[in-house]
Each structure stands twice: as structure tokens, then as C-alpha cells.
């Protein structure tokens, strides 16, 4: 059974860069699917940010391009987002997950969710 | 990008009721590419239907979905005590994916 674990500092000052893993367990990410990044802001809705295939193929939400860096270590079974230049709007819950699509293309929506991350962007 | 409104807000209904949550689309949504989500309190979302009304591994037949161009429905045909949660829509026709609102469903 696939498992994902997000992890990350909790705290990020405004300005500054969100990082942020996910470690996969039960499954080697280099064997398929499309992995990515929700997030939740307190008490709002869903919003997709990235996502990244096995190949390191990347595809990215226009609201988040420019700022959004999602890659992959497959030799640590990981994959990775970087937010940058944060701000108190990118406060959120972010969840790590993974594309029903196990090849060709991503279909965006996601079956296996991590428990998610609070991160907080405050000085 | 496709906006989707769920309705109502909040749904107050008792164990054994059956609930009928709507998701509306502002563009048509292609080949039912339409998903629906529960989340419980510090939980992550719970894929139960995909493709508008198949539903997911493990989900139980008391939960369906129903199939439209922009209007699509989530029915719970006898609500279980965990069943109380909140419930997003998402389409995932055009990029970038987007999900609705959600609807709460409670006691």
C-alpha cells in the first residue's frame, strides 16, 4: 500500500522560500505515475500546484509558475516543492499525492494523499 | 480556468437520510472528467468517485455520481454516521485542475 509523508519546516518568513518533501513508502516512484502538490489555505478550498512525472516530466498551475519548483530524487524515493519569494497568502495545509495516471499524461486527479503539512509564513 | 460552485453550503441531515450535493461548472466539462472528494477534521481528501460516477476502490455503493456537461451530482443514499464531512467536487477536463467549494454535510 503506497504511503506519502510530508515534511518541512512548519514557520517560513515572508520573502522567503517554502520547501517542502514528501517521502513515498510502498511503491518506487520511478516505476510510474504522476506525483504532486495541493494545497489548502485555513478553512478554503483545494488548489492544485505542480506536479511531476516519474520521467521528471514537470507541469505546473499558471497561478504558481514562476514561483513553484517541484523535482524528484527517485534514488531516495522523494519528490520535492519549492515556493518562492512566500507570502502570508501561501499559508496553507500542503498535501503531497499522487496522479491516478500511472504514464502518458497526468490526469490531476489523486487517489493517494499524504496527511499534509501546515505551513505557516509568518516574520 | 473552470470555476465550479457547489451547493448548498452546508447540508443538515440525520443518519439513514439521503443527501444530494450538486457541483455546477462554468464550462463544460469533457468526457466527465469530474472527481468528488470527502474530507473529515485533519484529514487528507478521500478520492470516492472519479469519471463522474465510477466510483473509487473501497467506496461503498451507498455513495454515486451522476453525469452531466456542467451540472453533476454526488448522492449518499442513507447517510452513515461517517458519512458527516465535507465534500469537494474537482474537474480535471482542462488545466489547470480546479475543485469547488465544498459542501459541508452535517447533523
Known amino acids: 500500500q503506497v504511503h506519502l509523508q510530508e515534511s518541512g519546516p512548519g514557520l517560513v518568513k515572508p520573502s522567503e522560500t517554502l520547501s517542502l518533501n514528501c517521502e513515498v513508502s510502498?511503491?518506487?516512484?520511478?516505476?510510474?505515475?504522476?506525483w504532486g502538490w495541493v494545497r489548502q489555505a485555513p478553512g478554503r478550498g483545494l488548489e492544485w500546484i505542480a506536479s511531476v512525472s516519474h520521467s521528471a516530466y514537470t507541469y505546473y498551475s499558471p497561478s504558481h509558475k514562476g514561483r513553484a519548483t517541484i523535482s524528484l530524487d527517485t534514488s531516495k524515493n522523494r519528490f520535492y516543492l519549492n515556493l518562492s519569494s512566500v507570502t502570508a497568502a501561501d499559508t496553507a495545509v500542503y498535501f503531497c499525492?499522487?496522479?491516478?495516471?500511472?504514464?502518458?499524461?497526468?490526469?490531476?486527479?489523486?487517489?493517494?494523499w499524504g496527511q499534509g503539512a501546515l505551513v505557516t509564513v509568518s516574520s | 480556468e473552470i470555476v465550479l460552485t457547489q451547493s448548498p453550503g452546508t447540508l443538515s441531515l440525520s443518519p439513514g437520510e439521503r443527501a444530494t450535493l450538486s457541483c455546477r461548472a462554468s464550462?463544460?466539462?469533457?468526457?466527465?472528467?469530474l472527481a468528488w472528494y470527502q474530507q473529515k477534521p485533519g484529514q487528507p481528501p478521500r478520492l470516492l468517485i472519479y469519471?463522474?460516477?465510477r466510483r473509487a476502490t473501497g467506496i461503498p455503493d451507498r455513495f454515486s455520481g451522476s453525469e452531466s456537461e456542467t451540472d453533476f451530482t454526488l448522492t449518499i443514499s442513507r447517510l452513515e454516521p461517517e458519512d458527516f464531512a465535507v465534500y469537494f467536487c474537482?474537474?480535471?477536463?482542462?488545466?489547470?485542475?480546479?475543485f469547488g467549494p465544498g459542501t459541508k454535510v452535517d447533523v
Open positions: 469519471d463522474a460516477s
Open positions: 510502498g511503491y518506487s516512484i520511478i516505476n510510474g505515475y504522476f
Open positions: 464550462q463544460t466539462v469533457y468526457r466527465n472528467f
Open positions: 499525492a499522487r496522479d491516478a495516471a500511472f504514464g502518458g499524461s497526468p490526469l490531476y486527479y489523486f487517489g493517494h
Open positions: 474537482q474537474q480535471y477536463s482542462k488545466s489547470p485542475p480546479t
